[in-house]
C-alpha cells in the first residue's frame, strides 16, 4: 500500500499530534491535484515537474499561463491536452513502479488497485471569472471510476 502525507490547503494536515497519511483514490486526486498545480520549472531537481496551466519555464523558456485566458475552444483544448499530458505521465510512474517492484518484490507492488489509472476517460473544461475548472474522469484497476474536479485559480 502506498501513502503520502496529507495535505490540507497547502499544508500537513494533523491529527491527534500526528500527521495523517492519504491513500488510495485520495492519494490518487493529491497527487494529481499537487502536479497540476505546480507550475513547471519551479524545483531545479526535477525542471519537468509540474503543469504549464499557470505557466512556468519550460527548456529555459518562459511559458504563459493559460489561467486568466479567455475560455475559447482553442485555449480549451490547449488546456484539456495539458491535463492528458499530466495524467499521462503520471500513469506511465506509475506503471514503471509496478514494473519495478514486481521484480524486487517477488511479483508484488505497494501501490494500491484504486489508486493506479487505468484509463482515462474524459476531460474537460470551464472558467469562472479567471479561475479554470477542469474535470477529469478516470478508471483505475480496481474498475471504480473516480471524478476529480479540479479549481485551479491564478495565483501571480
Known amino acids: ?3 503520502s502525507l496529507s495535505l490540507v490547503n497547502g499544508d500537513l494536515e494533523i491529527s491527534n499530534r500526528s500527521l495523517q497519511v492519504v491513500k488510495g483514490k485520495d492519494k490518487l486526486f493529491q ?3 499537487l502536479y497540476l498545480r505546480e507550475k513547471v520549472g519551479t ?3 526535477t525542471p519537468t515537474y509540474g503543469s504549464t ?5 519550460l527548456n529555459n523558456q518562459n511559458v504563459a ?3 486568466g485566458m479567455t475560455l475559447n475552444p482553442l485555449v480549451s483544448g490547449q488546456i484539456q491536452s495539458e491535463v492528458f499530458r499530466i495524467i499521462s505521465a503520471y500513469q506511465k510512474q506509475q506503471l514503471a513502479k509496478i514494473k519495478d517492484e514486481a521484480s524486487i518484490y517477488q511479483g508484488k507492488n505497494t501501490l494500491d488497485k484504486d ?3 487505468y ?7 470551464s472558467s469562472v471569472g479567471t479561475t479554470v475548472v477542469v ?3 478516470l478508471t483505475t484497476l480496481s474498475n471504480q471510476q473516480i471524478n476529480l474536479t479540479l479549481p485551479i485559480a491564478n495565483v501571480a
Request: charged residues 25%; negative net charge.
Open 43 to 45: 524545483d531545479p531537481m
Open 1 to 3: 500500500m502506498s501513502k
Open 135 to 137: 474535470r477529469v474522469t
Open 31 to 33: 497527487d494529481l491535484s
Open 53 to 57: 496551466l499557470d505557466g512556468g519555464v
Open 115 to 117: 489508486e493506479v489509472i
Open 65 to 67: 499561463p493559460f489561467i
Open 119 to 125: 484509463t482515462i476517460d474524459s476531460i474537460s473544461t
